[in-house]
């Protein structure tokens, strides 16, 4: 019932920054948290960042603390991940999921989109 859009992926070099924007419809008042998640080729998707329901709890990876913010506006259904200090490690394809029961499971995922760091 909830559906979700991922954009704002491409091609950048290592230090650049990029937004990823994510589009939610359908019943968006199912959501609860919201968190953006990657896989790299030849490894399982793993967790990068996620945003409570009212935006006022955030939580991060090790590996992009500090260098990653995650917001979201519910007014427009949007979910971003602004991504400072790229590198090459951070190459992949990046998902956003809901968490549609409350203290649940990530349940829903979007498409992806492909985030490719160049050094």
């Known amino acids: 019932q909830v559906q979700l859009v991922e954009s704002g992926g491409g091609l950048v070099q290592a230090g650049d920054s990029l937004r990823l924007s994510c589009l939610a419809s359908?019943?968006?008042?199912?959501?609860?948290?919201v968190g953006w998640f990657r896989q790299a080729p030849g490894k399982e998707r793993e967790f990068v960042a996620a945003?409570?329901?009212?935006?006022?709890?955030?939580n991060y990876a090790d590996r992009v603390r500090g260098r990653f913010d995650i917001s979201r506006d519910n007014a427009k259904n949007m979910v971003y991940l602004q991504m400072n200090s790229l590198k090459a490690e951070d190459t992949a394809i990046y998902y956003c999921?809901?968490?549609?029961?409350?203290?649940?499971?990530?349940?829903?995922w979007g498409q992806g989109t492909q985030v490719t760091v160049f050094s």
């Open positions: 945003i409570s329901r009212n935006g006022d709890t955030a």
């Open positions: 359908g019943r968006t008042s199912d959501m609860y948290y």
């Open positions: 999921g809901a968490q549609t029961i409350l203290y649940g499971a990530f349940g829903s």
